[in-house]
């Protein structure tokens, strides 16, 4: 039968929650003098004055020491309600969540400046930290996340990459490095003696042990540490930056002034719901980082580099403008060859009809006549302009056969010669008589 522990942390997802509830959890017990199996041995009327108890305990300490923030406590009291209701032992909160205290303004929200991360980053010698520095600037992915993520997660696109976050969970999303975090994070690798596709991106100094929670959040504190940043010494105030959150929010004012779209600022940074969440299943990874690139000349800290980036950013902007303007010239120019077409085909059209009107009497033209008073020459050039003046039917002419083309030019030559013949008659004609003589040879 499972145990009253078992039951409440099957019920979590991570590893992460469930050492965050492990740890308030058992606060509660040593302040109780209870446990797992204890407490819920307890009636419910117990329970939750103990419960209150302990809140107006925790309220002291606030009120003396300022910990824990007014603002932690739904997130202390949420373990020991979850626990209670993963075993049955449920109760309205109401009256325990009335004794909270009045939460205040949130302190440390400002994000880091490149100076500060610069400051950061000249701090440390070491490969792992700067590229860790780095992934955290330019991913915005939060730094409990890190330790699971995988060498085979990062994959490169042109000069940077793009990172798959939670991999093969729900909370999977994916975000992008900079050619300049990348390029770090590759130098760092190089020194690494495991580098397997499946191996953790991140280790301990040992190279060979992964990171924890409690190890990557070592990594900033202890380089934040060492560059003895001046922006807060240490302080939690409302003008302070965050040891981890400040890079993050970083991120997300720094895409949004690049003109992202706000549902992949927010797909970055693993804020979706369930349809957006479908929507960018569909969408690829040149997809993603085409988006991304945007923000690449502000994320980057190096100058030089970020010269190179907004002058490369430059160049796509005008070679895409240059592009949108070529298709817009094309598709005009090809418009007007288009009528150019028309209005040539409808004029051969007309010379035909003139040439050969008893052909065009009724709605459609006698296309058996036409075939046979037309040379082959003329109905060549008739099948290749009839198209375009009539899209609906077919008023193409078959080729004649030799007989055919023999019998047109019977016809042709015995008109001639009646000519001839008459203006003989009438005289003074010699130049036109030679003319017409002339095409006689030519249909011989």
Known sequence: MATPSQIFYESLKTEATK??????????????????????????????????????????????????SPNSYNAIMTPIQSFLEMNEIEFSWKTIKNLYPQKIPTSNQLPYTDEDIIEILGATTSRRNK????????????????????????????????????????????????PEAYASLKKYLEQRIDRNPDSVLFTRKNNLTPLTSASAQDIVRNVRKQAKLSMDNGRKTRRGKSQNHAFRKRFEITLASCDLQQR??????????????????????????AQFKRAIPSLTLDKSEKIESEKNEEIRIINETNKSELKE????????????????????????????????????????KLAQLMTNGEILDWNTFIPIVQ??????????????????????????????????????FEETIERLREMLDELD
């Not at 302040?31 to 004055?49: F, G, R, T, V």
């Not at 520095?133 to 793009?162: C, M, N, Q, W, Y």
């Not at 209005?343 to 040439?355: F, P, W």
């Open 19 to 68: 050492k965050a509830y492990k740890l308030w959890l058992e606060q509660f017990f040593e302040y109780a003098h209870e446990d797992y199996d204890s407490i819920i041995k307890l009636e419910p009327n117990k329970i939750k004055q103990t419960i209150k108890d302990y809140v107006i305990h925790k309220k002291e300490s606030t009120r003396r020491i300022g910990v824990p």
């Open 131 to 178: 590229a860790f520095i780095h992934f955290l600037a330019s991913t915005g992915v939060r730094v409990g996340a890190t330790p699971e993520i995988r060498i085979e997660d990062v994959k490169g696109i042109e000069d940077g990459a793009v990172v798959s976050i939670y991999r093969d969970t729900t909370e999977e999303y994916r975000t992008c490095l900079t």
């Open 264 to 289: 992949f600022i927010d797909y970055m940074q693993g804020h979706f719901s369930g349809n957006s969440k479908a929507y960018f299943n569909g969408v690829s990874d040149e997809q993603l980082y």
């Open 329 to 368: 010239k094309l598709e005009s120019q090809d418009e007007i060859i288009q009528q150019m077409m028309v209005s040539l085909a409808s004029t051969r059209y007309m010379v035909y009809e003139k040439m050969y009107g008893e052909c065009f009497g009724g709605t459609d033209p006698d296309l058996e």
């Open 391 to 428: 899209r609906k039917k077919d008023w193409t002419i078959p080729m004649g056969s030799k007989s055919q083309e023999m019998l047109r030019n019977s016809k042709q030559k015995r008109e001639i010669k009646e000519l001839i013949k008459e203006l003989h008659s009438k005289g003074d």
